[in-house]
């Protein structure tokens, strides 16, 4: 069991950025890949990005490519998204999530292949 815990959201303007940071509890961080999803209200939670278990992989979604970049810190037990001219459009609850995997280099984009999530921070982009 690993327990998740995002922090870094808050109310920014267009072009802005933020850092979210995901801490992880446990020892074995290094055992999980991991990826970050949004959610904004009435939509479905969409994936935003996702790093192997020893970074040497990673991937993101197009609308986020050359904006958002994931990357983690194994001996600080953390996952970090950097965000970079955030848009409107942006806005939405960001959540970390974990899956459990024996390879070094899995990644994946689909939501329900991830075993533990945290509780999400808010992050409100305004024009």
């Known amino acids: 069991q690993v327990q998740l815990v995002e922090s870094g959201g808050g109310s920014v303007q267009a072009g802005d950025s933020l850092r979210l940071s995901c801490a992880a509890s446990g020892r074995t961080f290094s055992n999980y890949a991991m990826g970050w999803f949004r959610q904004a209200p009435g939509k479905e939670r969409t994936f935003v990005a996702a790093i192997s278990r020893n970074g040497g992989s990673a991937a993101s979604e197009d609308s986020v490519k050359g904006r958002f970049t994931i990357s983690r810190d194994n001996a600080k037990n953390t996952v970090y998204l950097q965000m970079n001219s955030l848009k409107p459009e942006d806005t939405a609850v960001y959540y970390c999530?974990?899956?459990?995997?024996?390879?070094?280099?899995?990644?994946?984009?689909?939501?329900?292949?991830?075993?533990?999530w945290g509780q999400g921070t808010q992050v409100t982009v305004s024009s």
């Open positions: 999530a974990a899956m459990i995997t024996f390879s070094l280099t899995r990644i994946t984009s689909i939501h329900h292949e991830y075993d533990y």
